[in-house]
């Protein structure tokens, strides 16, 4: 059992949490919580720490077994360790070390055809240009699995997604949901409407209403800056400006609501079809 604060595995946990460049370099990051262990993949994992008033919790056993099994290092820590280890002020005892995923953008979008034409599933994907804040980040990842969205293309101005707080607002959607950052958002774009894929813009000088349009074809919107929205380039992009209307003194919504109101409509037109 670790019990030592110096211990060089617990300062490097702690740098995981903290620095995005330490988790770029080793390319990992850290779930925290029952949920985030339980659902994460069995190929993903790399390290276990379980507190030590966790050792007899019944719901993590099996899975800490099949870790184990499949040679998945597995490390018990004293409950002080755990707290400095942890990035919560409400540590659930377990966490785990997972390597990041590889996503390409052509090989999304080749998927992606590839399912319209031997499933009939459009594709319905989501780009996100520069989002801040790391709750809104894993809330559009949540949303977007729920609404049934093919993939996300995030430009390189978009918070990290292994943030500790982004991990732990996908609600595991992180594990499931296809992802990549991009350097040039037009050029990704351009690359879509090249193979078909309508694109949409969350605009506030949208002439027509986000629900008179039809998303049953393939397509994609285009969500941007919390406090400024799309810059000018990314909009002028799109095939059509679409907008949420607002009753009251309200002018826009939270990136994630917006997002989430977009893929929803797109969910139900398909759902109805």
Known sequence: MISSMGNARVKR????????????????????????????????????????????DGELSDKLADCRHGGVAVETVSGEVFRKMSDTSAPQGILCVAGQPSYDKEKMIERALFRKREEGRDPLFLILEDIQDPGNLGTIFRAAEGAGVTGIVMDRECVDIYNPKTIRSTMGSVYRMPFCYVEDLPDAVREMKENGILTYAAHLEGRRDYDEEDYRRPCAFL??????????????????????????????????????????EAARQRRKE
């Open 13 to 56: 946990i702690v740098a995981l949490q903290g620095k995005s460049r330490e988790r770029a370099r080793e390319q990992v990051f850290v779930a925290e919580g029952k949920k985030m262990f339980m659902e994460a993949p069995l190929s993903w994992l790399r390290e276990i720490y379980v507190s030590e008033d966790m050792e007899e």
């Open 223 to 264: 969500i941007g800056n919390e406090g400024n929205g799309l810059t000018r380039e990314a909009a002028q992009l799109a095939d059509a400006y679409i907008r949420i209307p607002m009753k009251g003194q309200v002018e826009s919504l939270n990136a994630a609501v917006a997002a989430s109101v977009l893929m929803f």
